[in-house]
Nanobody
Framework: QLQLVESGGGLVQPGGSLRLSCAAS????????IGWFRQAPGKEREGVLC????????YYADSMKGRFTISRDNAENTVYLQMNSLKPEDTAVYYC??????????????????????WGKGTLVTVSS
């Protein structure tokens, strides 16, 4: 079964760093747009970063620019989210998602939240001293 699995979350102090991983099974990530999203308690889910199949980068919001980066490792079939200078407001469950992997269909919107139709279960990042 096609699956995305996030890992790497945990407790980190403000100003610290974490690298989250999004590993795919059942398909290869290199041809697909992979986005990172997050949802803080009581708040709407928001986009973080997305990397397209052609390695174009999309920042969904300005708040993460300069602090977060996204990359992919085709050999590991994994997309990473490097988070630096973490702030308490970065506390959230972080999800990775992709659109139209094999066997899925939908209207394609490059790195659009609304086009994502395969999601991981999320990994919790807590930024606190």
């Amino acid at each position: 079964q096609l699956q995305l699995v996030e890992s790497g979350g945990g407790l980190v102090q403000p100003g610290g760093s974490l690298r989250l991983s999004c590993a795919a099974s059942g398909f290869t990530l290199d041809y697909y747009d992979i986005g990172w999203f997050r949802q803080a308690p009581g708040k709407e889910r928001e986009g973080v970063l997305c990397i397209s199949g052609s390695d174009a980068i999309t920042y969904y919001a300005d708040s993460m620019k300069g602090r977060f980066t996204i990359s992919r490792d085709n050999a590991e079939n994994t997309v990473y989210l490097q988070m630096n200078s973490l702030k308490p407001e970065d506390t959230a469950v972080y999800y990775c998602a992709t659109e139209n992997p094999p066997g899925y269909s939908g209207s394609y919107h490059a790195c659009s939240y609304y086009g994502m139709n395969l999601w991981g279960k999320g990994t919790l990042v807590t930024v606190s001293s």
